[in-house]
């Protein structure tokens, strides 16, 4: 019994140990030593910088609506219709429910549910205050993001009091920081009342919050460590972590979807892989363990806007990868992804 266990346990270090030197090749060829500061470069461009500084939630929920946006399409579509229709703004919501729609789902957040708008039909569950309803005004993609929108401003406007950034802070300071799990803990303290907003994937809130907590800078430092904690998946990420055979490996083959999120999926073992990888041999600025600077490495090394090296684009999905040219090549098990899902780059 003693010698089979030992095996097991052999055979489990033998493979956690192939796929953090693979991740952490992968780390050394894609990821970037200035990952924090372009961030912080970028949004401060946008103006969410300042709008942290100044608790500007109007300005923060610009932003979110556009990167939020970014979901089941592809970039270049998104980007490409608000640059011809635009968005929506804080004020332009605040300007519609000052008039007070006769519409009893907008009379607040815990209200704002069951709308069903659709626009390629113009129909929603109130048939009659869809006439006067300032929801569907709004020219944006589909009506889910109209939703959205209205969402986002209810949760913004009654549950963090017109506040985000305090909200934030509180929601952070409530956790027990002696607590079992806490890092899980902080995150789901923000994540998890997000995810109650409409028509938003945790990918892309991930994917958002951890730009936003990043970007914060060493005054906040607890924005930081949830930040840099929170994973997207999208199938990039995924279908490497097939192909390279660590799913199989650590015993966690899935499909993509909501599993990837779920307690040994992608994002828990991008999560076990980081806690191996000292992120500061990266830049010494970054936290010690930085799972959000090791799933963006393995995007890099993916995504054709990236190396793209490892991508449907390159690689037969019926077959095994013969890219020898792939410095990872040697070394990895190569395993063909045959029915997985096709590839969808989403904004990083």
Request: glycine share 8%.
């Amino acid at each position: 019994m003693g010698n089979r266990m030992e095996t097991k346990d052999t055979h489990t270090n033998v493979n956690l140990a192939y796929a953090v030197q693979l991740v952490h090749t992968t780390c050394c060829l894609a990821g970037s030593a200035s990952y924090l500061e372009d961030i912080r470069a970028d949004l401060r461009r946008h103006g969410v910088v300042r709008a942290i500084r100044d608790h500007d939630t109007p300005a923060l929920f610009g932003w979110l609506i556009e990167v939020l946006s970014f979901q089941g399409i592809s970039d270049a579509v998104a980007s490409g219709y608000i640059d011809q229709h635009g968005t929506v703004r804080w004020s332009d919501i605040a300007d519609a429910l000052s008039q007070r729609p006769s519409c009893p789902k907008l009379g607040g957040y815990w209200r704002f549910y069951g709308c069903h708008y659709h626009k390629g039909s113009a129909t929603c569950s109130e048939a009659g205050h869809i006439d006067a309803c300032p929801l569907p005004r709004h020219p944006l993609r589909n009506g889910r993001l109209n939703q959205m929108a209205y969402s986002l401003f209810l949760f913004m406007r009654d549950v963090a009091d017109d506040d985000f950034v305090g909200w934030i802070d509180r929601q952070l300071a409530a956790v027990d920081s002696q607590g079992p799990d806490r890092l899980s803990a902080l995150r789901e303290a923000i994540i998890g009342p997000l995810r109650n907003v409409y028509g938003v994937a945790d990918k892309v809130l991930a994917m958002a919050m951890s730009y936003l907590l990043l970007s914060a800078g060493k005054r906040r430092p607890l924005w930081l460590e949830v930040g840099a904690d929170l994973i997207a998946v999208d199938t990039l990420v995924h279908n490497f972590l097939h192909r390279t055979g660590i799913l199989q490996r650590l015993s966690a083959d899935h499909p993509y979807g909501a599993r990837c999120y779920q307690p040994g999926g992608c994002a828990s073992i991008i999560g076990i892989l980081a806690a191996h990888i000292d992120a500061r041999q990266f830049n010494p600025a970054f936290p010690a363990t930085f799972p959000r600077f090791v799933q963006s490495a393995i995007w890099q090394y993916c995504a054709e806007n990236g190396l793209e090296v490892c991508n449907g684009n390159r690689i037969d999905d019926d077959a095994r990868c013969d890219n020898v040219h792939c410095q990872l090549f040697r070394r990895c098990d190569r395993i063909a992804l045959r029915a997985e899902s096709r590839e969808v780059t989403v904004f990083q």
